[in-house]
């Protein structure tokens, strides 16, 4: 059997998401979540948006604090909590974004 060793991950590429007001973290590793997102969050603004909501799960709250320790230190980031139980209850984050003069 020969030996295969490779120079890099296959995952090296970037994946592009499209950017909407709602972005659900179950789909992304959770070694990218932080970097996830802190783009995502500046794409939503420079997209215009408002109004987010972050599913980050219910689990044990981990991503749920990362997420959290990003937008309180985000300084477009105006408001940020639970999301209704309809909505994902303590599962997902809504975050509301200061309006920026283009």
């Known amino acids: 059997m020969a ?3 490779f120079s890099e991950p ?4 970037p ?3 499209p950017i909407a007001d709602v972005f659900d973290l179950h789909s992304v590793p959770a070694k ?20 987010l909501r972050i599913i980050h799960g219910r689990g044990i709250g981990v991503q749920r604090e990362m997420v ?3 937008l309180a230190r985000t300084s477009f980031v ?3 909590g639970d999301a ?3 909505a994902g209850g303590w599962g ?11």
């Open 3 to 5: 030996d295969e060793t």
């Open 10 to 13: 296959f995952d090296t590429e």
């Open 15 to 17: 994946v592009e998401l």
């Open 32 to 51: 990218d979540v932080r970097g996830a997102v802190e783009e995502y969050l500046v794409e939503a603004q420079r997209h215009g948006y408002k109004a």
């Open 68 to 70: 959290r320790e990003i």
């Open 78 to 80: 105006e408001s940020f």
């Open 84 to 86: 209704p139980a309809e």
């Open 92 to 102: 997902a984050t809504l975050v509301t974004l200061r309006v920026t003069p283009r």
